[in-house]
């Protein structure tokens, strides 16, 4: 199946710093989401990417379907920033036969005071 | 909409005992995911429905793990018995659609723990 690879697993920023936390995925994919899953466990609908950019306030993504990747950037991060966030991809298994939606490991992301 | 309901969203129960999971998707979402979280394994697909149909089932860890979707607005996951190592977060997502562009939507998830 695809493989989809995070980076950095976790981070650490200081409230008001960027940053960019970039997706690899090992094959095509016909979309890609990122997620925000906050302390409370609740996994967050960040973006819907297939390729191109987005922005939704001081967050931004962008995904290079050709070269199988995708980033996402913060800037001017807060406290509230905080957990782990996750890509994922949708792609067909052809093993199943079936569309799966395949997640990366997550960054763990910590913005501190 | 009120997005993906889950419950119950903490279950603690005994080895051994039957532990059933429900799932109500977003109205009008055609497919319904069934997924597991664990600090190992992180997110895991499990079994996934179009339609109420279960398209894919290959996820699902063992014999003691079943699911089903008896309408559009309704499904379940079943183990029994359950065991420790069953311990998880279990999310149920709904999609408009099955296929490459759609997006998913996640449920608030059901924390088990099996003692």
């Known amino acids: 199946g695809i493989q989809v690879e995070q980076s950095p697993p976790d981070l650490i920023l200081q409230e008001g710093a960027n940053s960019t936390l970039r997706c690899n995925f090992s094959?095509?994919?016909?979309?890609l989401q990122w997620f925000h899953q906050n302390p409370w466990g609740q996994l967050i609908n960040l973006f819907y990417?297939?390729?191109g950019t987005k922005q939704n306030g001081r967050l931004s993504a962008t995904t290079v379907a050709t070269e199988r990747y995708s980033l996402l950037y913060i800037s001017s991060s807060q406290t509230t920033d905080s957990g782990v966030y996750f890509c994922?991809?949708?792609?067909?298994?052809?093993?199943?036969?079936?569309?799966?939606?395949?997640f990366g490991k997550g960054t763990k992301l910590s913005v501190i005071p | 909409d009120a997005g993906v309901i889950q419950s119950p969203r903490h279950e603690v129960t005994e080895m051994g005992q039957e532990v059933t999971l429900r799932c109500k998707p977003i109205?009008?979402?055609?497919?319904l995911f069934w997924y597991r979280q664990t600090m190992m394994r992180g997110l895991e697909l499990l079994i996934y429905?179009?339609?109420?149909?279960?398209?894919?089932d290959s996820g699902m860890p063992e014999d003691r793990f079943s699911a089903k979707m008896p309408n559009a607005s309704f499904s379940t996951l079943k183990i029994q018995p359950s065991e420790p190592r069953d311990s998880a977060v279990y999310f149920c997502a709904s999609s408009p659609r099955m296929g490459g562009n759609t997006e998913a939507f996640f449920g608030q998830g059901t924390r088990l723990t099996v003692v």
């Open positions: 990417i297939p390729s």
């Open positions: 109205s009008g979402h055609n497919s």
């Open positions: 094959d095509s994919v016909n979309n």
């Open positions: 994922a991809v949708i792609a067909l298994d052809s093993g199943a036969g079936s569309y799966q939606l395949t």
């Open positions: 429905f179009n339609n109420n149909v279960p398209i894919d």
